[in-house]
């Protein structure tokens, strides 16, 4: 999903950024749910089954991984395409980063 169509879609879809720590802390889509690739099995328990689940990552390939992994296991999953570079380069807004905070 490319970010101008996901960010239109934002309230009717679940995000999950996929995401370290440390670029989590950097900025990430407001509203959405951090968790990381490597827990994501763990925590399914996490996500709503009848909602659409928007996956994030720095550049689209681990949420490529977890959109494949949630699709298997029957979820309405679809990946951001080029991740929050592209979400950032296109102006997108963010959450949790220090240019938020500063504005506010």
Known sequence: ???HQAFSA???M????VREDFEWADGH???AVHIPLRQLPDRL???DG?????LVCQVGLR???ATTFLKERGYDAHNLQGGM???MAQGLPLAGNARDMEAE
């Open 10 to 12: 934002l309230d009717s």
């Open 63 to 65: 949420s490529g991984v």
């Open 14 to 17: 679940q995000v999950i950024d």
């Open 45 to 47: 328990d996490q996500l």
């Open 50 to 54: 009848d909602l659409p689940v928007l």
């Open 1 to 3: 999903m490319q970010p």
């Open 29 to 31: 889509i407001a509203n």
């Open 85 to 87: 570079e592209m979400w």
